[in-house]
């Protein structure tokens, strides 16, 4: 591994502010090209008692996305939906590494958990 400097810390929040950001783990069922768009992914995510479409900007990060199908995963699922490309997302993807520099990780479960089990802190 090449010699990484990580970035300085952010700000403070709440303890109130956190606990706001439902984080869920999910199932990626399935990958997507989004036409028109050379970085965007369209993944269909399995949230045990509904599904959504959560476009992630990680098409060039992988030589076959399709590789993530059937992974669990972490993802915001209170984001306001936002259009990009004509597509609605409806979350958000936790993806490691990506503005380090580095070739991003899928944020994912040690073992296997109830998809749309919650993150929650432990102190």
Not at 46 to 75: T, V, W
Request: aromatic share 6%; proline share 7%.
């Amino acid at each position: 591994m090449s010699e990484f400097t990580p970035a300085p810390i952010k700000p403070a929040i709440s303890f109130a502010d956190l606990d706001r950001i439902d984080v869920r783990v999910g199932t990626i069922v399935s990958t997507q090209e989004v036409a028109g768009s050379d970085k965007l992914l369209k993944l269909v995510v399995d949230f045990g008692d509904y599904q959504r479409s959560i476009l992630a900007g990680m098409r060039q990060e992988r030589e076959d996305p399709r590789e993530i199908e059937g992974k669990q995963a972490l993802f915001v699922v209170n984001l306001e939906p936002k259009k990009m490309m004509g597509q609605v997302s409806e979350g958000m993807l936790f993806d490691i590494g990506y503005a380090d520099g580095i070739v991003p990780a899928l944020a994912i479960p040690e073992r296997p958990v109830p998809n749309g089990s919650r993150l929650t802190g432990n102190l």
